[in-house]
């Protein structure tokens, strides 16, 4: 099958096909969406960046990508749409100066970074991540952009896990999922 022919109804099934559930990983009562597989499939990664690529409304300056799967959508979104590329990095990951954001966790609480001298005052920039659960994460990432002068215009996933709050907790915020789990 060509990377043409995986588009729309059919890059969807497949990727479906293609991303594992794995229960009680990390931990008991977690169930973990391993994406894996649909990296390692050329035809349907390449689908799935186009996709969420061809979603996006109007010009973008920045793709910010969150550690760690979300690197790995983020890089090849922002080449298809011509645009930077923004590494969101665990605390402690990125040599200073940064702006960092903390957020609360069931257990805790983490914080987000980015060095705030790649980040232009006025950049309009997509956040893109592989699963929106909570929204903790994605939430932490918009005020740390927004801190730094920028213009969150979108917020991408993969998947969505639905029956989690995170898109009542981005709400304001222009949010595309790919997959939606109930």
Not at 84 to 94: I, N, T
Not at 143 to 162: K, P, Q, T, Y
Request: hydrophobic content about 50%; charged content about 20%.
């Amino acid at each position: 099958m060509s990377s043409a022919a995986l588009r729309g109804d059919a890059l969807i099934h497949r990727m479906n096909e293609l991303i594992r559930d794995v229960p009680d990983f990390p931990s008991p009562g977690i169930g973990f969406k391993d994406i894996t597989p649909l990296l390692a499939d050329a035809e349907a990664f390449a689908g799935m960046v186009a996709e969420i690529a061809g979603r996006v409304d109007g010009p973008v300056d920045l793709v910010a990508g969150t550690e760690a799967r979300g690197f790995i959508l983020a890089a090849p979104v922002a080449m298809a749409l011509g645009a930077g590329f923004v590494p969101v990095r665990k605390h402690g990951k990125l040599p200073g100066p940064t702006a960092a954001e903390e957020y609360s966790l069931e257990y805790g609480t983490a914080t987000v970074e980015v060095h705030p001298f790649t980040v232009p005052r006025g950049a309009r920039v997509l956040i893109v991540d592989d699963v929106l659960a909570t929204g903790g994460t994605a939430g932490a990432t918009i005020r740390l952009f927004e801190r730094c002068g920028a213009e969150v215009v979108g917020l991408s996933f993969l998947v969505e896990l639905a029956f989690l709050p995170g898109r009542e907790v981005l709400a304001g915020h222009r949010v595309d999922s790919l997959i939606a789990v109930a």
